[in-house]
């Protein structure tokens, strides 16, 4: 009986992926494990290094790029076992990491969804814990009030400090590199949105399992490595719009069309700000030009989608 399916999807992420598998073949231990890598359709070679490396792997060859919540989900359909984990391709699973969620798991079944403790590279903390949204708190990071005030808006921060995930404790939401979710809560609660391309669906999923009575956990006793952006580096601007659509459509999903105009106009003003500040950059620096430019036509970008009828 398989005790663990890990289900990864991977877009021209080649290095990390195979990095990742490796992680995993070093820390299963007696667990028994399978692995399915869904592929939305890489051009690096991805997918042949994976049967070459790790035949063992279910590998699923996505004829387009499906996105990360359909990728996932056709992943999901392939598995077989009671504990399911969706970790992404560029994260590296620490060894005791699997042992410890399924024991946590065992013994509190209340739980739907536990996630272990993220780092970075270089093992610094990674805050995978947030807060659902708010557009108090949207707001004030639009004007950087979360940088001018930080002590008196405390209270408005997305992510939760490293104080705070320095033990276990019930989360609003896991941030989507690393989660282990019950069988039995994923056939009540679904799958994961696949109106989200990419991005929000973390937010949107771990929402569907609290309304659905689950608790969602933070376990900091299970430890993942996460490098992040391996795939959206390769198409920065793109993936930063989508992130924006994710956001606005979180919000309409979750509260309403009225939210989702306000959370708009507030995204327009945030660009705003942030396409004028990186112009006036590239005038006042221009050896900085590289890293302006770039920056200052991704927010144009996201303005010309707004100001397309995204806020409508």
């Known amino acids: ?29 007696t667990l028994n494990v399978e692995t399915i890598v ?3 359709q890489s051009s690096d070679g991805s997918p042949d290094a994976v049967e070459e490396r790790f035949p063992e792997t279910i590998l699923v060859r996505n004829q387009e790029n499906m996105g990360f919540a359909r990728a996932n989900n056709a992943g999901i359909a392939r598995s077989t076992s009671r504990y399911l984990a969706l970790v992404n391709s560029d994260a590296l699973v ?15 079944p209340s739980v739907g969804m ?9 093992r610094t903390l990674q805050p995978s814990a947030r807060r659902f949204p708010n557009l108090e708190a949207t707001f004030a990071r639009a004007f950087f009030l979360d940088r001018l005030l930080p002590q008196r808006l405390f209270h408005l921060r997305s992510h939760m400090s490293a104080a705070e ?35 929000g669906e973390d937010i949107d999923w771990c929402k569907r399992f609290h309304k659905a009575g689950w608790e969602v956990m ?8 996460h490098y992040g952006g391996a795939s ?7 993936f930063f719009l989508e992130m924006k659509k994710a956001e606005l459509r979180y919000w309409e999903k979750n ?18 700000l942030r396409a004028a500040g990186w112009k006036l950059k590239c005038a006042l620096h221009p050896a900085a030009r590289d890293k302006s430019l770039p920056m200052f036509e991704r927010y144009a970008r996201c303005i010309q989608w707004l100001i397309g009828g995204a806020g409508r």
């Open 38 to 40: 869904v592929d939305n």
């Open 232 to 238: 959206s580096s390769n198409a920065a601007t793109r």
């Open 1 to 29: 009986m398989v005790d663990v399916s890990i289900v990864i999807v991977s877009w021209n992420a080649k290095k990390y992926l195979l990095d990742c598998l490796q992680s995993i073949q070093d820390t299963t231990g």
């Open 255 to 272: 509260h309403g069309r009225v939210a989702r105009r306000v959370a708009a106009g507030i995204l327009f003003l945030h660009c705003c």
């Open 94 to 108: 620490m060894q005791g990491c699997l042992q410890n969620l399924v024991k946590f798991m065992e013994t509190h």
């Open 114 to 122: 536990v996630g272990p403790r993220i780092l970075n590279a270089d």
């Open 218 to 225: 933070y376990c900091p006793g299970a430890e993942a490595v």
């Open 165 to 199: 995930l320095d033990r276990l404790r019930p989360v609003e939401v896991l941030e989507g590199c690393f989660w282990m979710v019950r069988r039995e809560a994923l056939e009540q609660v679904g799958g994961l949105d696949e109106n989200f391309f990419m991005y």
